[in-house]
T-cell receptor, first 115, second 112 residues
């Protein structure tokens, strides 16, 4: 069975500092990996994805994520955090399960950027 | 607005009543997903359609839950004989490419 782990319930970072939100996964075969962001009272928004190719992928709002196959990780990063980045971040993995593509989400990490 | 829309946004119902939610995906998307999200949790997969075919259904979806996508466009999710444990946010998402899904704002169900 595939799974996603986001080990931190909350990440606090000062505005202007780099941020990292951690994600590890477990799947059979090659994973497709995604990050989504959820602002209060709003739907989930797609940030970025890794399918194949370069291990560092760039996404919306200055975010990027690094795929590390040996560590089965896909950590979300941003060089300089903004207060407006404060939100709930979800990591997701897509892989074949039972013959069909299935997407599994982590439980989310709350990012708090402190002015 | 050409995004995924869900109706209603909020629903309060008495235990034992039936409820139906509607999702209108982005028009060119052939894949449609239903998820359930409770406080402090990530979205939990419920079911998945490719065009009008329901290809996968989670074990979370008991016999009281049914979903349809009759013409491969909009979809409905019905919950019969609602229970308090059904209270959650029900999310619909659509995609053209598997996994890069666009989400609606959800329907918040409260069962009293």
């Amino acid at each position: 069975a595939q799974s996603v782990a986001q080990p931190e319930d909350q990440v606090n970072v000062a505005e202007g500092n780099p941020l990292t939100v951690k994600c590890t996964y477990s799947v059979s075969g090659n994973p497709y990996l995604f990050w989504y962001v959820q602002y209060p009272n709003r739907g989930l928004q797609f940030l970025l994805k890794y399918i194949t190719g370069d291990n560092l992928v760039k996404g919306s709002y200055g975010f990027e994520a690094e795929f590390n196959k040996s560590q089965t990780s896909f950590h979300l990063k941003k060089p300089s955090a903004l207060v407006s980045d404060s939100a709930l971040y979800f990591c997701a993995v897509r892989a074949y399960s039972g013959g069909y593509q299935k997407v599994t989400f982590g439980i989310g990490t709350k990012l708090q950027v402190i002015p | 607005d050409t995004g995924v829309s869900q109706d209603p946004r909020h629903k309060i119902t008495k235990r034992g009543q039936n409820v139906t939610f509607r999702c209108d995906p982005i028009s060119e998307h052939n894949r449609l997903y239903w998820y359930r999200q409770t406080l402090g949790q990530g979205p939990e997969f419920l079911t998945y359609f490719q065009n009008e075919a329901q290809l996968e259904k989670s074990r979370l979806l008991s016999d009281r839950f049914s979903a349809e996508r009759p013409k491969g466009s909009f979809s409905t999710l019905e919950i019969q004989r609602t229970e308090q444990g059904d209270s959650a946010m029900y999310l619909c998402a659509s995609s053209f490419e598997p996994g890069e899904a666009f989400f609606g704002q959800g329907t918040r169900l409260t069962v009293v």
